[in-house]
């Protein structure tokens, strides 16, 4: 198959150096800490599953609510120097390349994930589809979307956790109208909930950074029967961490894996909150 070919991001080149340059520059922070991982689309099976191999050599990878349990205990605190570092998968819009490559590899390897799906597009074809992907996920690559069998079938897994990302991948800040906010939220949960049969504990914000999350929409999520939601800002998941606006790395598979290694060290954590500071936006568009 012919790989797809990948636009020149001069601010993403400049990124990735900064990132290999901290990383081989400080000691790991990851020690007996945890992060959480936030991917998009599995188009390259044998891709994946290298970097789930990748993973599972370097760290423990647990369930989403593992995470918040370490958050909730000493053990958060003060990190033991011998213990793994745990990462959490979990996987954001709702792509049918889930159920076609990333599904079968976690499967084999008996590995947790959680799958944030925005309950609008599933089973979505032809033109709304490709106005869905192209206005609300922001996206240009040829994408199919998840169909409500899938769906289904991704629930059903002991090993899976479906959650909330609002019906139509919606930036909850930008929209002024708190109805809107609570009709975008509700909904999503409800339809996932009838779509699988369990109703999502847990909700990722779209796109997911600072910007596109505010204290309205974190009651909202709240309200609505949530137990915890992640943002794209990197991080370890620290104890004073706020519930409702969770750390997430937000990483690319086709980043070679110094790129992960120093990512999940915490080598990008400063850089961002340098950037946010400077250019006021953190949030990483993937294309």
């Not at 945890?34 to 599995?42: C, D, G, S, T, Y």
């Not at 789930?52 to 369930?63: A, G, H, N, Q, S």
């Not at 949530?226 to 086709?254: K, Q």
Request: with cysteine; aromatic share 8%; proline share 5%.
């Amino acid at each position: 198959m012919r790989r797809e070919m990948r636009h020149w991001r001069p601010r993403a080149t400049i990124r990735d150096a900064l990132i290999r340059i901290s990383g081989r520059l400080r000691r790991s922070g990851a020690r007996g800490r945890a992060r959480v991982i936030a991917l998009h689309e599995v188009t390259d099976a044998a891709r994946f599953r290298r970097r789930l191999d990748w993973l599972r050599r370097r760290f423990e990878i647990v369930p989403l609510g593992d995470t918040l349990a370490d958050r909730d205990t000493a053990r958060a605190d003060v990190p033991s120097a011998s213990a793994r570092p745990r990462v959490a998968l979990t996987l954001d819009d709702g792509y049918a390349s889930w159920a076609e490559n990333a599904a079968p590899a976690l499967i084999e390897l008996r590995l947790p994930a959680t799958f944030f799906v925005s309950s609008g597009l599933v089973g979505l074809s032809g033109d709304e589809w490709r106005a869905f992907r192209r206005d609300r996920l922001r996206r240009t690559r040829e994408l199919q979307p998840l169909t409500a069998a899938q769906l289904a079938w991704l629930g059903g897994q002991e090993l899976f956790e479906i959650g909330g990302h609002t019906t139509h991948h919606a930036d909850l800040a930008s929209i002024a109208d708190e109805g809107v906010i609570e009709d975008e939220v509700r909904r999503d949960r409800e339809a996932l909930a009838q779509l699988t049969g369990r109703p999502p504990r847990w909700f990722a914000y779209p796109f997911g950074a600072p910007e596109n999350i505010h204290g309205r929409a974190a009651r909202i999520v709240r309200a609505a029967g949530y137990e915890a939601a992640w943002s794209i800002v990197p991080g370890f998941v620290e104890r004073d961490a706020d519930r409702f606006a969770l750390p997430r790395d937000c990483l690319d598979l086709e980043a070679d894996e110094e790129i992960w290694r120093a990512r999940l060290d915490g080598a990008w954590d400063g850089l961002a909150r340098v950037k946010r500071a400077v250019f006021g936006r953190a949030g990483e568009v993937v294309t």
